[in-house]
Each structure stands twice: as structure tokens, then as C-alpha cells.
């Protein structure tokens, strides 16, 4: 009997595990969006430090995000057992941000102005003067980089939450917890290789061999354009994530773009890959649009209050 009873327990807290592992995946994949952002973001938020003083900085930006995501969970749980009624409207609200977030380096890039430029790189990229202090620099950038953090943190976590709403409280700190450490740990982890792959590939191609020179000056051409994928890529699954969010909180656009979805399944041929591509493709144009709506919005605010 008591082998029963302990072979029935293991039996549910395996049940509990794959379901927390299936919903921590869900969670993930709809967090990707900020993901690729935060990783593109930090990585170059770090360039610039001193070579011996990269892996310093990135240590000190993450130990910054734990601290945020040890105010943002608790806050979330807090939504969730207090004001449960709040999880759409904050996912929306992030969704929102997401896809204006996204339309603004658009717009950055193709119609940025000077003081734009001054703007957006902030204190945390500020171009170092001859007599300016290296420490209280260092300490300028890892404050700004904490900071952004703790917004791309609060969209990761206000989307995670409205992943797993309708699951227990149990679940939803398990969830939580596992996708804010396992996003800090893994956005650093690759922060860290990213900053230092320029130096991995100046070390290789210093090396007698031909074919690990070779490999070097292949890594150091590669490493300015990695940089540059990553913020497109990022871009782009915010629009995805983003779009994706606000579609699905409206019912009506939802049903449209399931509808769009069946219909182009039912062609013959291309059908089931048109059936997949259609819904990341109008999710996607409902991010661009709406990133555009709120771009306009703030922007015709700023002029007001100006």
C-alpha cells in the first residue's frame, strides 16, 4: 500500500512537471519577441567597455535584472490573485508597447534626425570625453542597461502571466520563476559570448594555423553583421509577438484571421504552408499598424504638451 501511494506520487508530480514545462515552452515562445530585443538591446548597450572590462559589466547588468525580476514576480502574482481582471488589459497594454516599440526603430531608422540619434543613445551610450571618469562611466552605462532591462522584463513577465492565467497559483509561480531565471541566465549567457566573440576571433586569427586564422578573420567579419541580424530579427518578432497579442484580445480579429487561415489551408498544394504563414503574416501587419497608431498618438502628444 505504501508503495502504491508512493509511486501514485511520484506519478502526480511528474504530471505537475510536464504540464509546468509544457506552459514555461508556450511561455517562451510567445516572450521570444522581447527576447531577441533584450539580447540585441544589452549586447550593445555593453560595446564600448574596455575588453577586460566586458564580462565585469555583463555580471553586473544581470545581477541587475535578477533584482527587477525579484520586484516583477512577486508584483505579477500579486496581479493575478488580487486583480485578475488586470492580466488582458496589461497584456494589451504591453502588446501595444511591443509593436510601438518596434514601429519607432523603424521609424528611427529610416527618418532619424540628429537629436534623435542624441536620444536614443541615452546615458547608457554617451561618447566618452578625454577627461570624463572610466568608473563613473561604467556605472552610467550599467544603470541605463538595468533600466531598460526592467521594462523588457515587464513585458516578459506581464506576457508569461497572461499565458498561464487560467492555471493554478502553484503553476504560475512555478512558470514565473522558471522563465525569469531561465531568460536572465540565457539573455547574459549569450550577451557575454556575443561581447567577447570579437576577441575569440582577433585570438584565432593570431594562431600559426591557416585554418584557425582563417576561421578568426571569418568570426570578426561575421560578428558586426550577427549584431545587426539580431536587431532585425528582434524587430520583427516584436511586430509578430506584439500583433499576435492584440489580435487574439480582440475577438473579432481573431475570427478574421483564423477565417483567412482556413480558407488559404483549403487550396491545393501550398495550401497547409500558406495555412501556418497566414496568421504570422496578418499578426505581423497588425503590429505594424498598430505600432504605427501608437507611434502617431505619442508623438501628436508630445506636440501638444510641448
Not at 502553484?170 to 531565471?181: P, S, Y
Not at 532585425?232 to 489580435?247: C, E, K, N, R, Y
Not at 499598424?289 to 502628444?301: D, H, M, R, S
Request: hydrophobic share 55%; aromatic share 4%; with cysteine.
Amino acid at each position: 500500500m505504501a508503495g502504491t501511494s508512493l509511486l501514485a506520487l511520484i506519478d502526480d508530480i511528474a504530471g505537475i512537471l510536464d504540464d509546468v514545462s509544457a506552459m514555461t515552452k508556450v511561455a517562451a515562445k510567445k516572450t521570444s519577441g522581447v527576447l531577441g530585443d533584450d539580447l540585441a538591446l544589452n549586447a550593445q548597450q555593453v560595446a564600448g567597455v574596455k575588453a577586460e572590462r566586458e564580462l565585469p559589466v555583463v555580471w553586473a547588468v544581470a545581477k541587475g535584472s535578477f533584482r527587477n525580476k525579484l520586484i516583477l514576480v512577486p508584483a505579477a502574482l500579486a496581479i493575478s490573485a488580487l486583480a485578475p481582471w488586470a492580466i488582458m488589459p496589461l497584456l494589451m497594454l504591453g502588446g501595444a508597447f511591443l509593436c510601438y516599440e518596434g514601429f519607432e526603430k523603424l521609424a528611427h531608422t529610416f527618418f532619424h534626425r540628429a537629436e534623435d540619434d542624441a536620444r536614443h543613445a541615452g546615458p547608457a551610450q554617451a561618447p566618452a570625453t578625454p577627461d570624463a571618469d572610466p568608473a563613473a562611466l561604467e556605472r552610467d552605462k550599467i544603470k541605463g542597461a538595468v533600466r531598460t532591462d526592467f521594462i523588457l522584463s515587464a513585458e516578459i513577465i506581464v506576457i508569461t502571466l497572461g499565458s498561464v492565467a487560467a492555471a493554478s497559483f502553484g503553476m504560475q509561480v512555478a512558470v514565473l520563476a522558471g522563465i525569469a531565471i531561465a531568460m536572465t541566465v540565457g539573455v547574459y549567457g549569450l550577451v557575454a559570448g556575443i561581447v567577447k566573440l570579437d576577441d575569440a576571433g582577433l585570438w584565432l586569427s593570431r594562431q600559426p594555423a591557416r585554418p584557425a586564422r582563417a576561421l578568426g578573420r571569418g568570426i570578426l567579419a561575421a560578428a558586426p553583421l550577427m549584431m545587426k541580424g539580431l536587431s532585425v530579427i528582434g524587430t520583427a518578432a516584436m511586430f509578430l509577438v506584439g500583433g499576435g497579442i492584440l489580435v487574439h484580445g480582440l475577438p473579432a480579429a481573431h475570427r478574421l484571421v483564423e477565417a483567412a487561415a482556413h480558407a488559404v489551408a483549403a487550396l491545393p498544394g501550398i495550401g497547409g504552408m500558406l495555412g501556418t504563414l497566414t496568421p504570422l503574416l496578418l499578426n505581423g501587419l497588425a503590429g505594424i499598424a498598430a505600432g504605427a497608431l501608437v507611434l502617431a498618438g505619442v508623438t501628436q502628444g508630445k506636440r501638444l504638451f510641448k
